[in-house]
């Protein structure tokens, strides 16, 4: 039996900010149980829904040195769908309306997190074998092991994987004051070990320390090792190429399935969507505040509003996309210039454009079963979650060919009859533009090909488990010797 302790600051259905979450809280769930024992530490925010804080129940607690510091470590506990969570209990550090703010305030936040889950390891009784660390929040986790607690042997032997769902954040700060938050020796400031560009990377930290590196989708991993979608770090990724797996993420299908999902008006499954999604297209466009018409393209967005996601070109052409014939509905919060970009555009195309600018995981639901495609033009997408929801509800996916969004949507050929969505290369506004005009040709003139288009993207499996078996694979090659 493998022992695999997941360390990450975000996991469904307890906290969800991002992408992240859902890997969080829906891979443990899928591995063999027989053979593997993955169990989950997350922190204990005050901002966790009440129904679960209610039900954990406490363990123990202790006092960590933290530098010159002894800082209160609570543990609670919850089994979840067969699951064991343990929270990190603080209400110092964890106390917020969200688990993330201020950046420097983050960063002595997760510091603590890091050592705090490593050290409450005896106090739980769990010994595990790998210890899979994910994103900058738990990057410390890896150097802490190899360096304060090497020498105890209580931790000896045990192996860590780093995942990098995002490169782009990377807990960053002077080095100063992340050595004084992580009370780390000097000999981990160093250009080959926590230092970039004279500042200190708490990622990169994990990424030297850690066995193994995997991120979430193989385009990405080669993204990653190049200077444009490197962050300043490619060259690290570039020296560990051997250690670098390439893992997409897949979806939890019992949670997003279109046959089941109470939250969609009508349920479909295989060939019969064609009645069930009109139904949910017209309840869409009600409640979206639109003209209820069915012969309308309806294009949808949902995502976090930041430069990754692609908006500003979606900015140079919305007149262009606001024709006849077509409606856009946006869901989604972030960076107020684009929450008022598209606040903007419902004002001038209002039977066109509807602006939802909030976080709604219900009506998210209605989008991927209700519209006709699903727009994802990133910059960069280390994997997205987004297109794997849209083809699960028969939403063909137009995306831009980068990271996962390449590796999971085969663009369509008129000529071979194949392909599941759309998609267009380069970072350019007119690309965008004309491969929606495509799409769009293809829904009103030639519907029996997009019929068959929308029955492909059905068929399509992106659930959890063909990448469970490979992270499966990643844990017997760091511990082969256990059965
Ligand atoms: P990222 O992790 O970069 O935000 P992903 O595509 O990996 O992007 O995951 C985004 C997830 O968050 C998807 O499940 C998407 O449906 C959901 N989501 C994003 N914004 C919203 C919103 N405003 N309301 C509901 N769900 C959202």
């Known amino acids: 039996m493998k022992k695999v302790v997941y360390i990450a600051s975000e996991c469904v259905p307890f906290i969800k900010t991002g992408g992240l979450a859902d890997v969080v809280g829906t891979l443990p ?3 063999d149980k027989k053979n593997y024992d993955v169990r989950v530490i997350i922190p204990n925010y005050l901002c966790i829904p009440e129904k679960f804080r209610s039900k954990m129940s406490y363990i123990t607690h202790f006092y960590m040195d933290m ?63 790998i210890i899979h660390c994910h994103d900058w929040q738990s990057g410390m986790v890896p150097v802490y092991l190899k360096t304060l607690f090497a020498s105890n042997p209580f931790y000896s032997g045990m192996k860590s994987v780093m995942t990098i769902h995002n490169l782009q954040f990377q807990g960053r700060w002077d080095i100063k004051t992340i050595k004084a938050y992580s009370g780390l020796p000097d000999y981990v400031f160093t250009p080959d070990k926590l230092e970039i560009n004279k500042d200190a990377s708490m990622l990169k930290g994990g990424l030297v320390y850690a066995d193994k590196i995997t991120t ?65 297209k017209k309840k869409l466009q009600e409640i979206m505040g639109l003209p209820v018409d069915e012969k309308q393209f309806v294009i949808g967005l949902v995502s976090r509003l ?25 869901i989604g919060t972030g960076d107020p210039k684009y929450e008022n970009m598209f606040r903007y555009y419902q004002g001038i195309h209002p039977a066109k454009v509807s602006a939802n600018i909030y976080y709604d995981e219900a009506k998210s639901h209605m989008l991927y079963a209700g519209c006709d495609v699903m727009l994802v033009p990133s910059r960069f997408e280390p994997c997205g979650l987004t297109q794997l929801m849209a083809l699960r509800y028969g939403t063909p996916p137009i995306v831009r060919e980068t ?33 929606i005009n495509y799409a769009k040709c293809v829904y009103y003139d030639h519907r029996e090909q997009w019929n068959s288009l929308v029955d492909r993207a059905l068929q399509q499996n992106y659930s959890w488990g063909e990448s469970a078996k490979i992270y499966q694979d990643l844990y017997n090659c760091l511990c082969p010797w256990i059965q």
């Open 29 to 31: 769930k899928v591995f």
């Open 216 to 280: 979430v989708s193989n385009t990405y991993a080669q993204e990653i090792q190049t200077a444009y979608y490197g962050e300043g770090l490619n060259g690290l990724l570039s020296a560990r190429h051997e250690d670098l797996w390439g893992i997409v993420n897949g979806i939890d299908y019992d949670i997003w399935n279109p046959a089941t999902d109470p939250l969609i008006t009508k349920n479909y499954s295989g060939k019969a969507w064609k009645k069930a999604k009109t139904e949910n």
């Open 67 to 129: 530098d010159w510091k002894q800082l209160y470590v609570g543990i609670m506990y919850l089994e979840y769908e067969g699951v064991k969570f343990y929270f990190i209990d603080n209400e110092y550090y964890f106390n917020g309306f969200t688990p993330y703010g201020d950046v420097k305030w983050d960063i002595e936040k997760f510091c603590y997190f890091s050592k705090a889950a490593l050290s409450c390891l005896p106090a739980i009784g769990f010994q595990p074998d």
């Open 306 to 330: 930041t430069d990754q996601k692609g908006l500003d070109l979606i900015d140079c052409i919305m007149n262009d996309i606001c024709q006849d014939g077509v409606q856009f509905i946006i």
């Open 403 to 435: 990271g996962g969004l390449k590796d999971t949507v085969q663009p369509y050929n008129e000529f071979e009859q194949t392909g599941t969505g759309f998609s267009f290369a380069n970072y350019n506004a007119h690309e965008l533009l004309s491969v």
